[in-house]
Nanobody, 126 residues
Framework: QVQLVESGGGLVQPGGSLRLSCATS????????IGWFRQAPGKEREGISC????????YYAGSVKGRFTISRDNAMNTVYLQLNSLKPEDTAVYYC???????????????????WGQGTQVTVSS
């Protein structure tokens, strides 16, 4: 069974950058890839970005496109989320997640996502 562990969160000033990591274990070809989500206090969970295991295809939410970049190593041992030009509204707990199956394109945020990491806190404040 796959396990996911996020790291790299912290406190950063507006306009700053962070790189989040999602370390995987037990990740096989059964899983479609990795999705990144975030949840701010009092708000619903929001899909941020996804990357495919098979071909590295990526997808971004409009709110982060052009500021955040998802990447992976070839073995999917680690998936990264580079956060640039951070804003106070980016403050949230960030999670990586996955599920079994295939991603055929389009939005990847409405999958079942059966496996989640514990989350890492990102706080953007001066």
């Amino acid at each position: 069974q796959v396990q996911l562990v996020e790291s790299g969160g912290g406190l950063v000033q507006p306009g700053g950058s962070l790189r989040l990591s999602c370390a995987t274990s037990g990740f096989t070809s059964d899983y479609f890839g990795i999705g990144w989500f975030r949840q701010a206090p009092g708000k619903e969970r929001e899909g941020i970005s996804c990357i495919s295991r098979s071909d590295g295809r990526t997808y971004y939410a409009g709110s982060v496109k052009g500021r955040f970049t998802i990447s992976r190593d070839n073995a999917m041992n680690t998936v990264y989320l580079q956060l640039n030009s951070l804003k106070p509204e980016d403050t949230a707990v960030y999670y990586c997640a996955t599920d079994r199956g295939t991603w055929y394109g389009g939005s990847c945020f409405f999958r079942s996502y059966d496996y989640w990491g514990q989350g890492t806190q990102v706080t953007v404040s001066s």
